[in-house]
C-alpha cells in the first residue's frame, strides 16, 4: 500500500449439438440427469473492484464447455447466474452426460452489460474467447476469467456426478485506487480534493483468453497435474502511453476529514506504464495541482494499487526584527565623529 504525504506549500489499474435440453438416454439403467452447476471464487490475495474471494451474487458469468471424452463442443456461451447459496446454475439448465465423460470449461464475468457484447468464442468454444473491451473510465468493470473441469465416472451400473465444479477467477486489469485525509481538524476544513488524473493509461484493449487444457481427457490430467488448471490472458490493442488522460471525480468523498475516505479508483489495462497522476485541490480559495511520479510506473495484472493521500498545510509565520537606524555623520573630516555636538554659552 503506498502513502503519499502532500505538504502544500502555504507559499505551497464438440462436435455434440448445444446441450439446451436433458442429455439422451444410454445404457445405465435408472440414472437421472444431474445440472451442472458452478462454486466461483475470485482468487485468493489478488483484489480488484471485486474486492474479496467471494464471487458477487449479483454477478453473473458467461460459460462455454467442450467434452474431452469424445471429443467436441459440449454447449456454447450460456450464461450461468446464482442458482442457491453457493453455486451458479445455467439458463437454460445444462446437464452433465449420462456416460463417463470429461467437461472442460472456460468463463468469464464482467465483460460488459450482458457479457456478450464484443465477445468472441473459439473455434472450439473452450479453446478460447477473445473480449474487446471498450473504455472502461466511466463505468467499473472488472472483467474475469476461469476455468474448470468435472468428470462423470462409471463404478459397476452407476455413475458419480461431481456435486459442482470449482472455479477461480482471475482479474484481467489492474486496479488504481485513491483515498485522502488531512492531517487535523484544521487543515480539513480548509482543503478540498477536486479530481485526480491518471496521466499516459488505457482503459480500452482487446483481451485474449487462451484454455491450453480445454481438450484433455480425465487420464490425461491424471496423468499430468499441470493439465488441470492452464489458462492465460494477454492485451492488444490498447494505448500504451499515448498520452491518454483519465479523470477520476469523488466517488463517495464529499468533504476532507482526518480520516481516510474513498476518493475514487480506476480499472485499467495492465502491463504498461502510468506515467504519473496529478491531484488537483484547492486551500483556502486557491486551486493547486500537485503531480506525482511513482517509482515504479508498470501496473501489473491482477494488482492493486492502492494510494493513500495525506495533506498537511505549512501555516505562513513570520519572524520579525526591526532593522537599525543609520547614524547621520555630520563631520566626516573628525574621525569618529557621528554625533553634533551643539554648545550654547
Known sequence: MKKLFLFSVAALAFCACSNDETVSENNVANQQPTE???????????????????????????????????????????????????????????????????????????????????????????????????????????????CGTGSVTQTSNTLGFPTNVPMIFKHAQAWIKFTVKANSATEASKLTVNSITLNSVSCAGTFAVTHANYNKTKAQRDEDASNN??????????????????VIKASGYTTLSTSEKAFGDLMVVPNQGMASFTINYTVDGN???????????SLAQATKYVYNISFGLHEIQIAPTVAEWTAYDFDSTTEGQQDKDITIE
Not at 471429443?71 to 453455486?87: E, H, L, R
Not at 457484447?117 to 473510465?137: E, F, L, P, R, Y
Open 36 to 146: 451442472i452447476s458452478f462454486s466461483p471464487l475470485t482468487k485468493p490475495n489478488t483484489r480488484a473492484a471485486v474486492d474479496g474471494s467471494g464471487f458477487p451474487g449479483t454477478l453473473s458469468m458467461m460459460v462455454t464447455a467442450y467434452d474431452a471424452e469424445k471429443p467436441g463442443v459440449f454447449f456454447d456461451a450460456t450464461p450461468f447466474s446464482k442458482g442457491s447459496s453457493t453455486t451458479w446454475a445455467g439458463t437454460p439448465s445444462k446437464y452433465w452426460p449420462l456416460a463417463p465423460a470429461t467437461i472442460n470449461f472456460l468463463a468469464i464475468a464482467n465483460a460488459n452489460e450482458d457479457n456478450e457484447a464484443g465477445v468472441t468464442w473459439g473455434t472450439n468454444k473452450a479453446d478460447q474467447v477473445t473480449i474487446d473491451m471498450s473504455d472502461n473510465s466511466t463505468e467499473q468493470r472488472d472483467l474475469m476469467y476461469a
Open 287 to 297: 486551486t493547486y495541482n500537485y503531480t506525482y511520479t511513482p517509482a515504479s510506473t
Open 229 to 246: 488448471g492452464s489458462v492465460s490472458g494477454v492485451w492488444s490493442a490498447y494505448n500504451t502511453n499515448a498520452g491518454d488522460k483519465k
